[in-house]
């Protein structure tokens, strides 16, 4: 006969199993749910105006710069460090690169290489400051955000930027392949080396590790420094692509351009480490946090919100996802915990 305190442990645990496979699958793709959600919620609303192919087409190509900044600030925090200066990064590529070709005379593809350059040298130097002088982070990137602005307006004379910009630049973010806006194939193709490089490469579980417990990485042999560095410069490097295809839709640059974007970065990046792969920062969920974000602000703005919602919505967006990710984070290292004390228990009862 079987034991009726036996078959109520059983169905207790299938039930608590249920129930945490439901909110597994909740917190893993809640986010992507809520922007399916509001992606038709406003469609039914507002279908004269959200509801069209050239809505949807222009939320997906305009977005393409923030994801790109978003990457930008993603890889740093997965360091554990902070990166400020990836939105005046992006101003002064895309100053540099129209700059350049307007008032230097040079060719687009030189105009091209000597931005890259120097953003690279930007990201060096924050690598620098963070690790060699050991200066915070946030304080280290901050200062350089100020300095690359003030030379920005240097270049630019505080003043639009503008004139003759070959289509052989412009066409970079304006043109088309297989009918697809350039620079959303860009975002699909530096997401793919992003995955592979963080969820395939050693390098990726090295940049996780130094982010999760520095001094327990480097103990393990990790040169953590070295991928600090490397974050910084691979930010400064996707802040300046995104300020390249910027400049290449405008055919125009202004220095202030990119600090209406540090927040909508920022807020992607945070909000991204909640879904998919919660308490870690990775590229889907960045990808999706955008996009989401995208949806819901132009959604409310076609329906009458005023002028000033979309910096509070963004700002009451970020502090919601860095209170969020943090708490997967909490939850993760629980998790982690639980199964060490587990593994432990099993190992004393053998």
Known sequence: MSDPAIEDDVAS???ISHRQGFFGVLGKYGLLFLGI??????????????????NYRSILDNQTIVVLLAFAAMIPLIVGRFDLSVAAVLSISHVFAIGLIVK???SPLASILATLAFVLVVGLVNGILVVGLHVDAFVATLGTSSIVGGIALAYSGGKTIFGDVPASFTNLARGRSLGIPQPVILVIVVAVILGLVLGVLPVG?????????????????INTSRYVI?????????????????GSRLGTASPSTGASLLLPA????????TTIRPGRFNVAGTIIAVYTLAIAVAGLQQMGAPVWFEPVFNGAALVLAVSSSQWALRQRQRRARNKEIEALDDAGAA
């Open 13 to 15: 645990a299938e039930v």
């Open 37 to 54: 959600a509001l992606l038709a919620i406003f469609s039914i609303a507002e279908p004269d105006s959200f509801a069209t192919l050239d």
């Open 104 to 106: 230097q005379g040079w």
């Open 205 to 221: 579980r090295r940049m996780y590790a130094t982010g999760g417990n520095e001094r327990a990485a480097r103990l393990t042999g």
């Open 230 to 246: 490397g974050a910084f410069v691979a930010s400064s490097f996707l802040a300046g692509l995104a300020g390249l295809v910027l």
């Open 266 to 273: 920022f807020a992607g990046a945070f909000l991204g480490a």
